[in-house]
Nanobody, 122 residues
Framework: QVQLTESGGGLVQAGGSLRLSCAVS??????VGWFRQAPGKEREFVGC????????YYADSAKDRFAISRDSAEITAYLQLYSLKPEDTAVYYC?????????????????WGQGTQVTVSS
């Protein structure tokens, strides 16, 4: 079992920034992925990090404005959101996969956090 707990969401004006955190614990895993889901839409891949090497991969919509990192103790993953737009409004989730690497399909991830709301006002 892997436990994930997100934090850091909130209300921000367009053009602002937020940093989301994802505390991870429990069993080992291969990748951490970040996803988001807006009301009435499917869960969307944002980006992911191979946990063994720290390499990242992003959706086209995220690569210029979002950045995934982790702390040196490798117990917290971060999603830095820059230049936020109203269309970035969603619940953001982190997920861990034990047999995935750079995988964009949410169904391939085994464990999920509870999500954190990001609301961007215009």
């Amino acid at each position: 079992q892997v436990q994930l707990t997100e934090s850091g969401g909130g209300l921000v004006q367009a053009g602002g920034s937020l940093r989301l955190s994802c505390a991870v614990s429990g069993d080992t895993f291969d990748s951490v992925g970040w996803f988001r889901q807006a009301p009435g839409k499917e869960r969307e891949f944002v980006g992911c990090m191979g946990w063994s090497n720290g390499r990242t991969y992003y959706a086209d919509s995220a690569k210029d404005r979002f950045a995934i990192s982790r702390d040196s103790a490798e117990i917290t993953a971060y999603l830095q959101l820059y230049s936020l737009k109203p269309e970035d409004t969603a619940v953001y989730y982190c997920a861990a996969g034990q047999t995935v690497y750079w995988d964009t399909d949410p169904d391939h991830y085994d464990y999920w956090g509870q999500g954190t709301q990001v609301t961007v006002s215009s």
